[in-house]
């Protein structure tokens, strides 16, 4: 039983960080649009750099979420309502 918890455990903290990401995302894009509105060149290309290495986090999270829900069959009969939310 320990090992399905551990397997859920890492699961709930790869689901945290992909939402943290994606928070974090949306928080750089709100700021290079005012850079963007500002007119601060350097600035905004510093945000688009940013964004470019949050989503490349983000899909790499998204990958070993969708490989451990069906490597370790947690939640099977949801593992596509789940994945539609991601």
């Known amino acids: 039983m320990s090992l399905l918890y551990k397997n859920v455990k890492q699961l709930v903290f790869d ?9 974090q995302g949306v928080l750089v894009f709100k700021e290079g649009v ?13 945000k688009i750099e940013r964004i470019d290495r949050l989503e490349a986090s ?7 979420i969708d490989d451990n829900f069906y490597r370790h069959s947690i939640l099977p ?10």
């Open 15 to 23: 689901i945290d960080n992909f939402i943290d990401t994606v928070e």
């Open 34 to 46: 005012i850079n963007y509105l500002n007119d601060e060149k350097a600035s905004f290309a510093d």
């Open 58 to 64: 983000a899909d790499k999270l998204q990958r070993a």
């Open 77 to 86: 009969q949801n593992v596509s309502d789940i994945e539609s939310m991601l």
